[in-house]
């Protein structure tokens, strides 16, 4: 009986239900989309880089080396010699490895010095592999492969002539315009920092440095631009230097043995890191703006209850005579209390409903763009445990903010009593 | 509570003793103050209304009656002496037997807004049979749904035409909703009707033949009817009237905010 009037004065009421649902169902969207995306970046931040057991640089802190060798931020403060590289790389437990070469730009793309092995074992999301949108991967060491934002960006096709420049910068003033690569492939888009690089082949890159140095007429600037951990300018085969290599174990068990042994390597001072560890650690410098943006999400879904709060509380002085009426009828003031509480429960029931139904149209329909754009790869599939706990967290406060209304009209009908009040 | 009770009823006879049988609403040394302590609202030393008595009650508002109404409901108990309605004194019962009680033997009929503006017609006929079962039974004794008998008794009241049934309650005048009250209260022959201002808005052609219609219904039902009103021209339609000032000796005037008391 209470359910079917409370069913029937809902509907009297069509609107401003209406538009009470419609803003818990935004708030709850807001609230749960934030959740995915942070989770889904979360991931994707960690699975910038996969499938790799170990990275190893010269010595330097654990971030400071996963920053300059995956995301290509900040600069290598020394380098490995390659009979370093050469003498772990054949050790039995390495199953592959890849060396990097970092210190040179193109256009502002950094420029990253490595072998076909990059392409072959360099996996990334849910160990993706690189694949090739245009062309193909290096054959000759004048080839270069771009990453899918280089190529965008500076209109590049297979084919084409790029000439790197040394340094970083965006801009820079040694230009090894006499040594050009040619652009070979192009790589379908991945959302990590290898779309923005420029791939060239590390035997390319020695003799570009080579010549340089051969060109180098201040001994000096030399000194110091080996001193600031970019290229040393002697490249000959056997003091050739790299910047990192990526390392794949064949049993994974044996990573933290090999980081040791890396890292007591007598031969020069190394760093070898756990890809997935460090990139935690990054993640709790850089996770501080995702709380940020769930807080305000949070906020969101306090102001969609308090528009619920604010429509029932006006709506009472209206149905103020309604219950009189119900009273007078024999409507407990227990059924008066629970008409009030029961609508607040509906409404937000509701708006969570299609709050996540909305959510889960907006993930199918954005996900192509997610994918390509912002490199999310967003699985559609059930709410995880910690969205039903949201979920049912603001389930709970829709029914608590719910208990105001409901107690002041239980106030009223005990009070009013066979008066109805105009 | 050690305040006197004045009035000859003050010891209380075991229940039923003393009063007719046939009385359907019996008060004696009933007390009643919002504050709960002195000056009293009500203070009315005995009031009886027999079986089908049809009662005038006469007073300017702001004098108590409806809080008499609330006592007589049982929505509110009261302080001192006993309310029987239908020889059962309600002040003994609890808050949910009160309710189940109003439910099943009292009809109602407000001075306006009565009805719910979401329901129709027959909807708003039939919402005692919602609350209370024994009015169901009672509305379909005569084979018939309670749909069928909030039709017959709004075709009594002039208000059978199908067109109006069908519409919204909201778009009804005044007179049509106070026939339409009248229906709710009368449906499964509840034993006492009271009706408080029903017909203050209503011009006097309509009151009379309002009256014409709910005295008809009532005696069909053989429900007594508890009429308030500040119109002291109804008064003769009546089987007896009371100034409301010689039954109660309160004050009568209802404290400030009694919108919210305690």
New interface residues.
């Given amino acids: 009986m209470i359910l079917a009037l409370a069913a029937r004065s809902l509907r009297n009421r069509k609107f401003t239900a209406v538009l009470t649902v419609l803003s818990i169902t935004l708030a709850v969207m807001l609230l749960l989309g934030v959740e995915r995306l942070r989770n889904e970046s979360r991931e994707s931040f960690a699975a910038t880089i996969s499938g790799t057991d170990l990275i190893v640089g010269a010595r330097s802190s654990p971030v400071h080396l996963l920053l300059f060798s995956v995301f290509r931020i900040g600069n290598a403060t020394n380098n490995i010699r390659w009979d370093s590289y050469r003498t772990i790389a054949q050790r039995p437990e390495v199953a592959w490895s890849i060396p990097i070469s970092l210190g040179d730009s193109h256009h502002g793309f950094r420029v990253l010095g490595t072998t076909n092995e990059y392409f072959d074992h360099f996996r990334f999301g849910r160990s993706r592999r690189l694949e090739l949108a245009q062309g193909a991967v290096f054959h000759d060491p004048r080839d270069a492969v771009l990453g899918a934002d280089v190529a965008v960006n500076l209109g590049y096709k297979p084919g084409e002539s790029i000439v790197i420049a040394h340094g970083a910068g965006d801009v820079s003033f040694s230009l090894h315009e006499d040594q050009p690569f040619r652009v070979t492939g192009i790589l379908a888009r991945t959302g990590t920092p290898v779309d923005r690089t420029v791939h060239v082949t590390l035997d390319g890159l020695d003799a570009v440095h080579a010549r340089a140095a051969e060109d180098a007429f201040d001994p000096l600037a030399a000194a110091v631009r080996a001193g600031a951990g970019e290229h040393a300018p002697d490249a000959a085969r056997s003091d050739r230097a790299i910047t990192a290599f990526l390392v794949g174990l064949r049993a994974r068990g044996a990573a933290l043995a090999m980081q040791r042994r890396i890292n007591e390597y007598p031969g020069e001072p190394l760093t070898a890191i756990l890809p997935g560890a460090t990139l935690l650690e990054v993640w709790e410098i850089v996770g501080a703006a995702e709380r940020t943006l769930f807080a305000v999400s949070a906020l969101v879904v306090v102001v969609g209850l308090a528009g619920m709060l604010v429509a029932l509380l006006t709506s009472l002085s209206e149905r103020r005579r309604e219950m009189a009426v119900l009273r007078s009828v024999g409507a407990r003031p227990l059924h008066i209390f629970a008409l009030i509480l029961g609508e607040a429960a509906f409404l937000t029931l509701l708006g969570i409903a299609f709050g996540v139904a909305a959510l889960y149209l907006g993930l199918l329909a954005g996900r192509p763009w997610l994918e390509s754009r912002l490199g999310l790869f967003i699985v559609v599939g059930w709410p995880s445990l910690h969205e039903f706990v949201l979920m049912i967290v603001v389930a709970a406060a829709g029914v608590l903010i719910g208990l105001v209304p409901a107690y002041r009209i239980y106030r009223y009908s005990l009070a009013d009593g066979m008066t109805i009040r105009i | 509570m050690a305040l006197t009770v004045s009035g000859p009823s003050q010891t209380l006879p075991p229940r039923g003793s003393g009063d007719s049988p046939d009385a359907v609403v019996a008060l004696s040394g009933v007390r009643f103050s919002w504050s709960g302590a002195p000056p009293f609202v009500i203070d009315i030393d005995g009031l009886r209304v027999a079986r089908g008595e049809r009662v005038f009650l006469r007073g300017p508002s702001g004098s108590g009656k409806?809080?008499l109404?609330?006592l007589l409901?049982g929505?509110?108990a009261p302080l001192e002496g006993t309310v029987r309605v239908l020889d059962l004194n309600i002040g003994t019962l609890g808050?949910?037997a009160r309710?189940?009680f109003?439910?099943?033997h009292i009809g109602?009929i407000?001075?306006?807004?009565?009805?719910?503006?979401?329901?129709s017609v027959i909807e708003n006929v039939c919402?005692?049979c919602?609350?209370?079962s024994r009015r169901k039974q009672r509305a379909v004794r005569e084979g018939r749904s309670a749909e069928a008998e909030a039709v017959r008794l709004l075709r009594h009241l002039d208000m059978g035409d199908a067109a109006l049934l069908r519409r919204p309650v909201t778009e009804l005048s005044v007179g049509q909703q106070q026939r339409v009250a009248a229906a709710?209260a009368l449906i499964g022959a509840p034993e006492l009707v009271?009706a408080?201002e029903p017909t203050s808005a209503l011009d006097s052609d309509r009151r009379a033949a309002f009256l014409d219609l709910l005295f008809r219904e009532c005696a069909r039902e053989r429900a007594a009817l508890i009429f308030v009103s500040h119109d002291a021209t109804l008064a003769p339609l009546f089987d007896r009237a009371l100034a409301f000032a010689e039954v109660n000796r309160g004050s009568g005037f209802a404290p400030p905010g009694?919108?919210?008391?305690?």
Avoid: E, K
């Fill in positions: 409806s809080t109404l609330s409901a929505v509110i808050g949910a309710d189940r109003r439910a099943d109602f407000f001075q306006m807004f009565n009805l719910i503006p979401y329901l919402l005692p919602g609350f209370s709710r009271i408080d009694q919108g919210c008391p305690r």
